[in-house]
Each structure stands twice: as C-alpha cells, then as structure tokens.
C-alpha cells in the first residue's frame, strides 16, 4: 500500500497542488473537495469524476502529466447527495462559481455515469462539451440492485465498504495494477459511511441515460479526445503549448468526434 504513497510524483503532487474545499448549496455539510492545477487562463478545462472508492487525489497521475503538457486539469471529489438531480444542481452550481461556462469531463465508473447525466440535464443550456468515459455504464439497471438503493444508508461502513471491495480485482496481478489497487483500497478507507451510502446509492437507484439528449456532446470511451479542440474556444490546454506541426495534423484530421482513437 505504501509504494504509491511514499512515490516520489505522489509526494510532489501533496506538495505543490493544493486542495480546496467549496460550498455551493444552502447546506453548509456539502462541500466540494478538489485539486485546480494548470493555467487559469483556461476556460474550458478537463474534470475528472471518481468511481465509488475514489477521491479526488486518485487522477493524482493523470493531474501531473497533463498539466506538464499545459493542460487544466480540476479534479473533483463530490459532497454527500442521495439524488441524482440533487447532484447536478450541486455539479451546476460549482461550475457557475468556478465560472466555466462548458468544460470536459472524465469520469471512471460512476464518475461516468453521473457526467453522462450531468450532460443530460444540461442539454438545453450545454455546460458539457465532451465526455471520456472509463469503465462506465448508461443504465443503473445493470447492477440488479435497484430494490435495495434505497437501503445503503441504513448500513455500517465496513458492510459498504465490504460491497465495494467485492468489485476489485483478485489473484495475481501485474505489480503496477496491484499498487493501484491497494492504493484505491486505502482511498475507500479514507471515506466515512454517509459518503460511501450516497455514492452506491447514485450508483445503483433506478436510472438511465436518455441518448437523444448527449447525442451533440462528443464522446470517447477509455480514448482520452482532447487534442480535437485544440486552436477552438473549448481547448483545455494553454494554446502556447500546442505546437505547429499539432495544429497541422488536427487540421487534417477527421470532424471532431468522428474518430474514437485520437489520445491526447
């Protein structure tokens, strides 16, 4: 557990990006935890969404490389909600006070979820450019566990912790994956009983994407996108750090959201 905790970019992450904590809705107990790092000159940054075991330092990887690569980066660990409506009034209300009118977001597992219908509940007034989406799903259904969502915050951590580690990865494991893991695992220890009944709650209460809502948001599954922007008012990167021959190659690369294997 301790190989990703003692790292040497972990270590320097703790120590140069600072964690904030902001409160948008009436009850002062809901506070947003996250990480801001890149340019602030960005106003269309990319966000990342945790699955049920995360926080918002697990994308500590993914905050470090791409913001060396001039990119913002904001990294979310979301407050306590039971609804998923109550969610995205509160994900609204973070981005007014962050004033970013559009933004992408990456989000694993649940995190993915609850972007697709951050998505669709902002149709009419889009605030979600594209979407990457890692290890997600469109329909809670797929869980069977839509009889007993309602039931989360009745019991004790360790059961709901127990439900979550059942998810995980077992046997022999590539060394790298086994790090992960165990640092995911000291992560979900992290969380207190409220958090972690909310977040299966989300995850499992009776719900779907409606497609025809997302159908104008450009989506990639695992692939992260973002180069498609770039030179466009939605690039998530300081323009300066986009190179000529880059720009050349978007130019003449397929209509955004078209191709599902452009990275970054």
Same mark, same amino acid.
């Given at each position: 557990?301790?190989?990703?905790?003692?790292?040497?970019?972990?270590?320097?992450?703790?120590?140069?990006?600072?964690?904030?904590?902001?409160?948008?809705?009436?009850?002062?107990? /809901?506070?947003?935890?996250?990480?801001?790092?890149?340019?602030?000159?960005?106003?269309?940054?990319?966000?990342?969404?945790?699955?049920?075991?995360?926080?918002?330092?697990?994308?500590?990887? =993914?905050?470090?490389? %791409?913001?060396? !690569?001039?990119?913002?980066?904001?990294?979310? =660990?979301?407050?306590?909600? !039971?609804?998923? %409506?109550?969610?995205?009034?509160?994900?609204?209300?973070?981005?007014?006070?962050?004033?970013?009118?559009?933004?992408?977001?990456?989000?694993?597992? %649940?995190?993915?979820?609850?972007?697709?219908?951050?998505?669709?509940?902002?149709?009419?007034?889009?605030?979600?450019?594209?979407?990457?989406?890692?290890?997600?799903?469109?329909?809670?259904?797929?869980?069977?566990?839509?009889?007993?969502?309602?039931?989360? !915050?009745?019991?004790?951590?360790?059961?709901?912790?127990?439900?979550?580690?059942?998810?995980?990865? /077992?046997?022999?494991?590539?060394?790298?994956?086994?790090?992960?893991?165990?640092?995911?695992?000291?992560?979900?220890?992290?969380?207190? =009983?409220?958090?972690?009944?909310?977040?299966?709650?989300?995850?499992?209460?009776?719900?779907?994407?409606?497609?025809?809502?997302?159908?104008?948001?450009?989506?990639?599954?695992?692939?992260?996108?973002?180069? &498609?922007?770039?030179?466009?008012?939605?690039?998530?990167?300081?323009?300066?750090?986009?190179?000529?021959?880059?720009?050349?190659?978007?130019?003449?690369?397929?209509?955004?959201? &078209?191709?599902?294997?452009?990275?970054?």
């Amino acid at each position: 557990m301790e190989e990703i905790r003692v790292s040497p970019d972990y270590n320097w992450f703790r120590s140069t990006v600072p964690l904030k904590r902001i409160i948008v809705d009436d009850d002062d107990s /809901k506070v947003w935890s996250l990480y801001d790092a890149g340019p602030k000159s960005v106003r269309c940054p990319i966000i990342f969404l945790p699955p049920v075991s995360g926080t918002a330092e697990v994308f500590f990887q =993914q905050i470090l490389a %791409l913001t060396g !690569w001039g990119y913002r980066v904001i990294s979310l =660990q979301y407050p306590v909600y !039971w609804d998923i %409506l109550e969610f995205c009034d509160g994900f609204r209300k973070l981005l007014d006070h962050l004033q970013l009118d559009k933004v992408h977001i990456f989000g694993a597992s %649940l995190g993915g979820f609850l972007a697709q219908k951050f998505a669709e509940c902002t149709y009419k007034s889009p605030r979600v450019h594209s979407l990457i989406l890692c290890n997600s799903f469109s329909d809670t259904s797929i869980f069977n566990q839509t009889w007993t969502a309602n039931s989360f !915050w009745l019991m004790p951590a360790f059961i709901l912790k127990k439900i979550v580690l059942g998810n995980f990865a /077992k046997g022999p494991l590539d060394p790298k994956m086994a790090h992960a893991i165990d640092f995911m695992v000291d992560r979900l220890e992290s969380l207190n =009983q409220s958090e972690l009944a909310s977040r299966l709650t989300l995850n499992c209460q009776n719900s779907y994407v409606e497609p025809h809502k997302i159908k104008d948001v450009a989506v990639t599954i695992m692939d992260i996108h973002l180069r &498609q922007f770039h030179s466009t008012r939605y690039a998530a990167i300081n323009p300066a750090m986009v190179s000529a021959a880059e720009l050349e190659v978007r130019r003449a690369s397929v209509c955004p959201g &078209q191709d599902g294997n452009e990275d970054l």
